[in-house]
């Protein structure tokens, strides 16, 4: 189902197989539309399934990426590219490597042995040099966040490094053997560079971020919940499956907003 609020094209899907299709085939339209795209790109286990169906299209053939720029939203502080749980390794095992991106177009914001501001100035600067992001993927955490801008963040920040909080350590624990291994500190990209994408898609599946969906869209702007910031863009679209949007659904039941049509 599909609902329009406010500024928020909302997608309500069966299920998380449903939710990667969607958002792969709204990228691939994108740069279907636009040859040389700059996307944001996002990593953890919600698009997983998105990067599958991308590269499924690049092997048939449908699917284009040598002029496409990307820009990733985070790094984990200190890994190094080869290291398997840092975000570089993550981009290359699941989409990088197996389709035609220039490698001189891809750009995460790694800080091993280098000057941590200097990378986050330099990140900005290539964002803006590229005229910024025209289609930005974004997951949410438990607690609201995107990328890895944390609860009170300030909406004006740019690329900068974050202290992460325990909830997200917690959440990350399982892709490490122990909660101890998480990397505490992370460099992200900001709210800034995020709202000033042309497009964003955000994706949710799971009954666990219920809370967290229904309020980014209902609440009140705050940095509390970083999400609801997106509330003030003016071209997001949402795809959540049915456990996600379960209590977005109840919502708006409540309030008398109805669904507009069936996807």
Not at 153 to 160: N, P, S
Not at 186 to 213: E, F, T
Not at 233 to 238: K, L, S
Request: with cysteine; glycine share 8%; net charge negative.
């Amino acid at each position: 189902m599909k609902i329009n609020y406010n500024s928020i094209q909302i997608f309500v899907v069966e299920d998380e197989q449903a939710m990667s299709k969607k958002a792969a085939n709204m990228v691939a339209g994108q740069i279907h539309l636009k040859s040389d795209s700059i996307l944001g790109l996002a990593t953890g286990s919600t698009p997983e399934g998105m990067y599958k169906n991308l590269v499924q299209m690049h092997r048939d053939g449908d699917l284009d990426f040598s002029d496409v720029t990307t820009f990733n939203l985070d790094e984990y502080e200190g890994l190094s590219p080869d290291n398997c749980h840092s975000y570089a390794w993550y981009m290359d095992h699941h989409l990088f490597g197996q389709v035609n991106v220039n490698e001189y177009r891809i750009h995460i914001p790694m800080s091993s042995g280098l000057d941590v501001d200097a990378v986050c100035a330099r990140y900005d600067k290539l964002i803006e040099e590229s005229h910024n992001i025209d289609l930005q993927i974004l997951g949410i955490g438990t607690n609201g966040h995107i990328g890895f801008n944390e609860p009170d963040v300030k909406f004006e920040a740019g690329t900068h490094l974050v202290s992460l909080d325990e909830e997200t350590i917690e959440a990350n624990s399982r892709f490490f053997e122990s909660t101890i291994d998480v990397p505490k500190r992370a460099i992200s990209m900001g709210i800034r560079n995020i709202m000033h994408a042309k497009k964003v898609i955000l994706m949710a599946n799971g009954a666990n971020k219920g809370k967290a969906i229904k309020a980014m869209v209902l609440g009140p702007v705050t940095p509390e919940l970083p999400a609801s910031v997106l509330q003030l863009h003016n071209d997001v679209t949402m795809i959540v499956d049915k456990s996600a949007g379960k209590l977005l659904l109840e919502a708006f039941n409540q309030k008398g907003i109805t669904t507009l049509s069936k996807v």
